[in-house]
């Protein structure tokens, strides 16, 4: 196991750097609220529905790192990979709500689904009406007849990018939560480890792998995958995980789908783009259409190294979300 | 009989003092089945949960517990910091305005912690979490009927422990080791292993006293 060399002070002190910084990179177009631990726009713009999403840290860019316009108008950000309390939600939703309602947009964790909705409650009890989409998007976490349990991977880019759109494009809170939906019930990944990250405070590694271990579908916190095997070369894992999001995802000759090959913290784009191309070889067989490929780092897991791959399945009107502009530290899209 | 409202303020303290001091042990256990931070969650609400309570008057004991509870919901966040804040704060409410503190009112607080946990996460005995230990606790308190405090939690304290042994037979139904399945037998549920510190930390603070 090597070992982790990080650029950082005192990691007790590295989410509230690192959020420090990060608000600093927006150039006045984002500001900290309730202690540093939330990240709100400061250009919302008036009466709209308001789009909160949230999680833990050292995961950048996801999830403050999609704080602007045409995503989200705010995050709460947790300790590191830990969910955020509630208490830094609601400040979040009082801070961002415009009269319209809050849409929580977060990732499927036991940890997230209790601090958030102990933060629905406080929203209630101040009268501001919430609606929560909680992005299930990974394969490997749970069969298909408990979407409900799968956690949320890098299908948070997409959930986020629809959620923003529809904010835009929609008037009340039900419209923007049933888009948002909708959306994140086309999406499916899968990932694959190749080396762990390590959590700040203790240097330790999130989990062990061997040298030459890879683990298809570990999580992005280390959680086990489906298979663990021997390190291979790229074509014959691209093969494996394809014929996965298949198996779950049907996917017929002439459909679009958006493609989105996610670094999992220390992968490079040389590998990403060498798994795009077969990736494509694979699709187009199939005679799929990629309306969209997004590689690149979304949903990280400090220095672990691995990737995903993300298909959302398009008609219309979410191709037309993933269409609209979008302005984000960690993602933008020219309208 | 009972503890103060004062001499509660004390064990709370004490519980928090533990926890802290248990941080590398809990992340060593949350390595084995979950993504290795739970010590550090815990630290940060309990270290939250003494400010909350260090050189303040309280009106009751049940504000004692609740301010400890509001001290982890503010800032430990993660599963850790929405389940133990709700063992604090629900407890609190259930012990209310009592101005001491008995063996049945904390057994039927904790009977409502059970409860509430169970709410708000949606997770069953056997499942593999901390009410694996909290709910025998609990169970073997209420067993003791008007015991002394000392006495009633050094039985609760036991049966915490054995209650994280159990979770070593179990496999995950809910949170990160959830995936693991049966990989994640023979290891201890780590807020099991958290809720064991707390009622070790109230045995061995009140040792001696009844």
């Not at chain 1, 220095?303 to 191709?319: P, R, V």
Request: with cysteine; hydrophobic share 45%.
């Amino acid at each position: 196991m090597y070992a982790p060399k990080k650029i950082v002070n005192d990691p007790r002190n590295v989410v509230d750097e690192l959020l420090e910084g990060m608000t600093l990179a927006g150039d006045g177009r984002l500001k900290q609220i309730s202690g540093g631990r939330g990240i709100i726009r400061t250009d919302l713009p008036p009466d709209r529905v308001a789009v909160l999403i949230g999680g833990g840290s050292g995961h950048e860019p996801v999830f403050h790192g999609f704080v602007g316009p045409g995503m989200g108008d705010g995050a709460a950000c947790g300790n590191i990979f830990a969910a955020p309390a509630p208490n830094i939600v609601f400040d979040v939703a009082q801070a961002i709500h415009r009269g319209r309602g809050v849409l929580f947009v977060y990732g499927n964790y036991a940890g997230d689904i209790m601090n958030f909705d102990m933060a629905a409650e406080l929203c209630e009890e101040d009268g501001i009406a919430v609606q929560t989409v909680r992005v299930w998007d990974d394969i490997t976490s749970a069969p298909p007849s408990e979407m409900d349990k799968r956690r949320g991977i890098a299908g948070d880019l997409l959930v986020i990018k629809v959620a923003g759109a529809a904010a835009r494009t929609f008037g009340t809170l039900e419209e923007v939560a049933a888009a948002t939906a909708r959306g994140r019930d086309a999406i499916r990944s899968i990932g694959v480890a190749v080396r762990a990250g390590s959590i700040p405070e203790t240097g330790h590694p999130t989990f062990d792998l061997g040298d030459d271990e890879i683990e298809i579908g570990m999580g992005a916190h280390g959680e086990p995958g489906v298979e663990r095997t021997k390190l291979m070369p790229a074509d014959p894992l691209v093969d494996n995980m394809m014929e996965r999001l298949f198996a779950d995802l049907p996917l017929a000759k002439g459909d679009k789908v958006c493609l989105v090959l996610n670094d999992l913290g220390s992968t490079t784009m040389m590998e990403l783009y060498i798994v795009n191309r077969r990736v494509r070889q694979i699709l187009d067989a199939r005679g799929i259409e990629v309306y969209r490929t997004e590689a690149g780092r979304f949903v990280a897991c400090q220095e672990m190294a691995g990737f995903s791959i993300t298909l959302m399945k398009l008609d219309e009107e979410l191709a037309g979300y993933l269409d609209q502009p979008a302005d984000t530290l960690g993602y933008r899209r020219l309208g | 009989m009972g503890l103060s409202v004062e001499d509660t303020r004390a064990l709370l303290i004490a519980v928090a003092d533990s926890v802290v001091a248990a941080k590398d042990m809990l992340t060593e256990a949350d390595s084995a089945i979950g993504d290795g931070d739970h010590g550090i969650g815990m630290a940060v609400g309990f270290e939250a949960a003494k400010k909350e309570i260090e050189g303040k008057d309280f009106a009751d004991v049940g504000a004692v517990w609740k301010a400890a509870g509001m001290g982890i919901m503010k800032t430990s966040g993660g599963a850790c910091g929405a389940v133990f804040s709700t063992l604090f704060r629900s407890a609190g409410k259930s012990l209310g305005a009592a101005d001491t503190l008995e063996t049945p009112a904390l057994a039927a607080a904790l009977a409502e912690a059970v409860d509430a946990i169970k709410a708000r996460g949606g997770a069953n005995l056997g499942d593999k979490t901390m009410l694996d230990a909290l709910a025998p606790a609990a169970d073997a308190l209420a067993a003791q009927g008007d015991a002394p405090l000392p006495a009633a939690l050094a039985a609760a304290a036991a049966a915490a422990e054995a209650g994280v042994e159990a979770t070593k037979q179990m496999v995950a139904k809910t949170g990160k080791a959830r995936p693991l399945g049966e990989r994640s037998l023979g290891h201890a549920d780590p807020g099991a292993v958290s809720t064991a510190v707390i009622f070790r930390a109230m045995r061995d603070h009140l040792a001696g006293q009844g």
